[in-house]
């Protein structure tokens, strides 16, 4: 079956309607837009009516108009610059309330990432990382704040956590290149996606580790080399992307490790608050409020 939107297209260009055609077209030169439009909105626009734009993605072979959208948001995913960003996010959010519109567009990708990843790669996941002899985490550019923050954990439960976060290949290599089949990588990517990112999962895979991919679909290039695809739904907003599902799926795997290492973490944890504790690491608010009633 053909997959890809625009070669389906260019094959059945001929036999389509005067409005389909129209649809077809508008499409081709404008799927960034086209992208995330209604049905009602991209008929408008063309000058076809709504029931003609839905019957143009059955006869594509979608189920629905929302697939046949979901197929132009695809395609778009890894390819809008920054500045066409703006101009998508503007056109989505227009002159309405910033702050909703943004919020409910990340618990709809929170529950789509409930719907979509896998609970068997995830359980898998869990397993080799608790087994492996050392853990890789490989994030970059703006997925660089949430592998800090799943490092900055595994740091405290493990003591077998590299986290690479540079953009020098050379860098890059000279980090991975002891990885052996007993150790694991986790590599994180969302669109625009990383060619580093690519490249270390397919060197972890060359060396028989295992491989999790954390990132935003099954077309994403990090799924060809990962044993264990994590699918957390992202998505743009303005310059910027939404890392919100991928971090609520981080604090899942966090979570399920430390369930998993439960005796030997309450050990370590409780060293750790022994050390905090005397070190003065954490404020104690009981003194806080002493201290404010007596400069009273």
Known sequence: MITHLLTRI??????????????????????????????AKLGETVGVSEST??????????????????????MIRSKLTSVQRIEVTSGRIGDGNVLDSVL????????RTIEETSHEDFNRAVDEICRAKRIYIFGVRSTAAIAGFLAYYFQLIFDNVTVINTTSNTAIYEHIFRMTSDDIIIGISFPRYSTMAVEAMNFARSRGAHAVAITDSMASP??????????ARSDMASIVDSLVAPLSLINALIVATVLKKKDEV??????LEQVWNREGVYTNHDDNV???SYDL
């Open 53 to 74: 734009v839905v019957r143009f993605a059955t006869e594509l072979g979608y189920d629905g108009y929302p697939k046949l959208q979901k197929a132009m948001q695809e």
């Open 104 to 111: 409910m567009q990340d618990i709809e990708k929170i529950r």
């Open 222 to 231: 990090l799924v060809a080399s990962a044993d264990s695809i994590l699918i």
């Open 10 to 39: 260019d094959l059945m260009m001929s036999g389509f309607s005067k409005g389909q055609k129209r649809i077809a077209l508008y499409i081709e030169e404008h799927y960034d837009k086209a992208a995330f439009m209604t049905a």
């Open 290 to 292: 002493k201290k404010k």
């Open 266 to 271: 309450s050990k370590t944890f409780q060293a």
